[in-house]
């Protein structure tokens, strides 16, 4: 069943559920046309198959407590193997480095981090640059506003032009 591909119901249901997660499951049926038992069977097949990967809550970080949000560009002296898998593994331990993604471009990783102010970013970045995983440098920005945060993706492809 993992090769078969998506049908318009499996990318309503995917589509509903990117915009809200707590969707019942009987609202969730009516929406995309199916039977709540046919429906949660899809749902469930959806995972299984790996294509919802968890549902989470969105929390205002900052309405909780003080954070200071970081967005920063990793560069690495060489490309070698295992210091990518070593700068990974420390990353992972890290419960402040909230995402992390490796890049192609000047740098090599771009990671939000939250942090409660300046001077703990400062003693990461101190960390990662001082650690023995290759890191040549490390660029900094400090998010200010969200302007667009990720809400969900189109799932259909675009037509293409001729």
């Not at 009516?30 to 294509?51: D, H, K, M």
């Not at 970013?121 to 969200?146: C, H, P, T």
Request: net charge positive.
């Amino acid at each position: 069943m993992a090769s078969r591909k998506l049908d318009r119901i499996d990318l309503k249901i995917l589509n509903v559920l990117q915009q809200d997660a707590r969707i019942t499951n009987h609202a969730l049926a009516g929406r995309v046309a199916l039977s709540p038992s046919a429906c949660l069977s899809r749902v469930r097949a959806l995972e299984t198959r790996g294509l919802i990967s968890g549902y989470r809550a969105h929390v205002a970080v900052d309405r909780i407590r003080s954070a200071t949000i970081v967005i920063a560009q990793v560069a690495f002296k060489r490309h070698v193997l295992h210091e990518f898998d070593d700068f990974d593994a420390r990353i992972m331990q890290m419960p402040e480095v909230v995402e992390a993604f490796r890049i192609s471009g000047d740098y090599d990783y771009m990671m939000r981090v939250i942090v409660n102010d300046v001077h703990e970013w400062k003693d990461i970045a101190r960390a990662l640059l001082g650690g023995n995983y290759g890191v040549e440098k490390i660029v900094s920005q400090f998010l200010m506003d969200a302007v667009k945060p990720f809400s969900g993706y189109p799932l259909a492809a675009k037509p293409t032009q001729a």
